[in-house]
């Protein structure tokens, strides 16, 4: 991805980068149908973050993406986003 992807050091108690009430719309938008098998809050470029990794579906490749703190069931905010090698 070309920056480091980590997890807060120590948990805040603070909500995730997404307010509680937009994040299920928001992995609803990106997942596409697409099963989801994670979903993590991190740091991305030094800003919070939510990975997301969805399932592989047919032909199309398991993906991971990295979301910003805008996205929501209306606005995906793809700070990076790639297909996950076969395996």
């Not at 992807?5 to 990106?30: E, F, K, W, Y």
């Amino acid at each position: 991805f070309g920056a480091t992807l980590g997890v807060p050091n120590g948990h805040s108690g603070q909500p995730p980068s997404h307010g509680r009430s937009t994040l299920p719309g928001c992995v609803n938008r990106i997942a596409a149908g697409h099963r989801v098998q994670l979903v993590d809050i991190a740091r991305y470029n030094g800003k919070p973050a939510t990975i997301i990794v969805t399932a592989r579906h047919g032909q199309a490749a398991a993906e991971v993406w990295v979301v910003g703190a805008t996205c929501s069931a209306s606005d995906s905010d793809v700070l990076t986003s790639r297909p996950l090698p076969r395996g």
